[in-house]
C-alpha cells in the first residue's frame, strides 16, 4: 500500500477537486489524506478508482480535512 498526505490549500475553487484526483492516479496512492479542504459539509464523493470523505470545515469556506482512499481498500475502514 502507498500513503501519502498534502495540504490542497483549498478544494473550494474550481478544478481543484479534478486535479488531485488525476495526481492521485499518477501516483497509485491507495490513501491519501488532505488537509484545507474549505468545503462547508461532510461527506462522500466518489471519483475515478477512489472515495473521497470529507468533514466540514466552516461557513467561511475554512479549514476541513478529506481523505481519498483506493476503491480496493475501502473495506478496510472503520467509522
Do not use: C, I, P
Amino acid at each position: 500500500m502507498t500513503f501519502g498526505t498534502g495540504n490542497v490549500r483549498s478544494l473550494y475553487r474550481s478544478g481543484l477537486f479534478a486535479t488531485v484526483a488525476r495526481e492521485l492516479a499518477r501516483y497509485k496512492s491507495d490513501l491519501l489524506g488532505v488537509q484545507e479542504v474549505r468545503w462547508d459539509r461532510r461527506g462522500t464523493v466518489r471519483v475515478r478508482d477512489n472515495n473521497f470523505f470529507y468533514g466540514k470545515g466552516n461557513e467561511n469556506h475554512k479549514l476541513g480535512k478529506g481523505l481519498f482512499v483506493h476503491h480496493r481498500t475501502v473495506s478496510l475502514l472503520r467509522e
